[in-house]
């Protein structure tokens, strides 16, 4: 029997192709497709979901460049870390996980507010962002309330015009378009790997000294100590792609540093 592209969280405003994806890793990682074992082939999982076959092609991909599927001529099967090579690093279904923007997985189980809007960087921002001194460009703001609604995280993202230019699910925001709701920009990372930008994240952590910045919304816990993170994405030519500043209370939030290439 065919079954719809299964629904979670937001991801009914993804692409189709994420959406098999996400039912695929789902799958994989709850072991209902065993390691080694051969996938569906691309016209039954089409069918499956409802989708066409180069939507498949596309999930299949993306599973492949997490290293969660192997295809051969054979067919496409779930990896098996246990027939990988010496010189590959071991990597189960379960510990696979895609770099997500600005909060990570931590987020998800949290309370998130987040908004879009098109202002001009601090002035120090503008020529690092490729922008003339007042040049307006595209911000993310992003707010992760506990349960009990006390702030835990905030960050404001100001993109640069590379990145406004180069990827195309940034570019439709431009001029007002789109920027109602909660926007969920957490395959940021994956839509720069789309675009062929090769990134690199150079983040730098420290306690700040002063009152919490006004220019992300919400505020810490009165009284809590807080951790900052400065976080600028570079393409492979050394242009600024994004550059976030990232603040949570220390007794509440915790921080994975990772970077790419």
């Not at 994806?21 to 569906?40: E, N, Q, V």
């Not at 002035?123 to 006390?150: F, I, N, Y």
């Not at 976030?244 to 915790?254: K, L, S, Y």
Request: aromatic share 6%.
């Amino acid at each position: 029997m065919a079954e719809p592209v299964p629904e979670h969280r937001s991801s009914a405003t993804l692409p189709l192709y994420l959406r098999v994806a996400h039912a695929l890793r789902d799958d994989l990682g709850k072991g209902r497709i065993s390691p080694g074992s051969r996938l569906p082939s691309e016209r039954l999982l089409a069918h499956r979901y409802h989708v066409n076959r180069q939507t498949v092609r596309s999930a299949l991909q993306l599973l492949r460049d997490e290293r969660l599927v192997v295809t051969d001529r054979r067919g496409t099967f779930a990896a098996d870390p246990g027939h990988e090579s010496a010189h590959e690093p071991r990597l189960t279904v379960q510990a696979a996980r895609r770099r997500t923007f600005p909060g990570g997985p931590r987020a998800a189980d949290a309370l998130v507010r987040a908004s879009l809007s098109w202002e001009a960087p601090p002035a120090a921002l503008s020529g690092r962002l490729c922008l003339a001194p007042g040049e307006p460009t595209l911000v993310h703001r992003h707010l992760v309330l506990t349960p009990g609604g006390e702030p835990m995280q905030q960050s404001v993202t100001w993109f640069s015009r590379p990145a406004l230019t180069e990827i195309p699910q940034l570019r439709r925001y431009r001029g007002g378009h789109e920027r109602r709701g909660q926007p969920d920009l957490r395959l940021l990372y994956h839509w720069m790997r789309q675009a062929g930008l090769r990134t690199t994240h150079r983040e730098s952590v420290g306690v700040p000294a002063g009152p919490p910045d006004p220019g992300a919304e919400g505020t810490p816990v009165p009284g809590a100590a807080r951790l900052c993170v400065h976080r600028v994405v570079t393409d492979q030519h050394g242009h600024a792609l994004e550059i976030t500043d990232i603040e949570f209370a220390a007794r509440t939030g915790a921080w994975t540093y990772e970077f790419g290439g």
